[in-house]
C-alpha cells in the first residue's frame, strides 16, 4: 500500500515563497509519474505541476509557469514543489500524486495514489 504525505503548507504573504515535500512510502515510486495538484475553496482540483519517473521531464500549468518547480529525489522517494512569488489565488488545499505510467500526466484520472493534501494560505 502506497501512503503519500505532503508537507510544508502554511500561511505565507503574497510575494512569498514555499517549499512543499511528498514522501512516499509502501514501495518504490522511480519507475512512476508524480503530479501535484490543488482544489481551491469552491473549486474543482486542478493540475499544478508534474515530473516524469527520472525527472527530465516536467509540465505546468499556465497560472504556475515560471514561479512554481517541481523536481524528485528518487532516493529518497520524495518529490519537491518549489513555489515562488506566491499569489492570494495560489490559496489552496495541494495534493501530491502517483500517477500509473512513468511520464507525465495533468489530469486526476491519470493519478492512482494520493495524498491527504496541505494547506496553503497566501494572504494580501
Known amino acids: 500500500q502506497v501512503q503519500l504525505v505532503e508537507s510544508g503548507g502554511g500561511l505565507v504573504q503574497a510575494g512569498g515563497s514555499l517549499r512543499l515535500s511528498c514522501a512516499a512510502s509502501?514501495?518504490?515510486?522511480?519507475?512512476?509519474?508524480m503530479g501535484w495538484f490543488r482544489q481551491g475553496p469552491g473549486k474543482e482540483r486542478e493540475f499544478v505541476a508534474g515530473?516524469?519517473?527520472?525527472?527530465?521531464?516536467?509540465s505546468y500549468a499556465d497560472v504556475v509557469k515560471g514561479r512554481f518547480t517541481i523536481s524528485r529525489d528518487n532516493a529518497k522517494n520524495t518529490v519537491y514543489l518549489q513555489m515562488t512569488n506566491l499569489k492570494p489565488e495560489d490559496t489552496a488545499v495541494y495534493y501530491c500524486?502517483?500517477?500509473?505510467?512513468?511520464?507525465?500526466?495533468?489530469?486526476?484520472?491519470?493519478?492512482?495514489?494520493w495524498g491527504q493534501g496541505t494547506q496553503v494560505t497566501v494572504s494580501s
Open positions: 509502501g514501495r518504490t515510486l522511480s519507475n512512476r509519474g
Open positions: 515530473i516524469n519517473w527520472s525527472g527530465g521531464s516536467t
Open positions: 500524486a502517483v500517477s500509473y505510467t512513468p511520464g507525465v500526466l495533468t489530469t486526476p484520472s491519470g493519478y492512482e495514489h
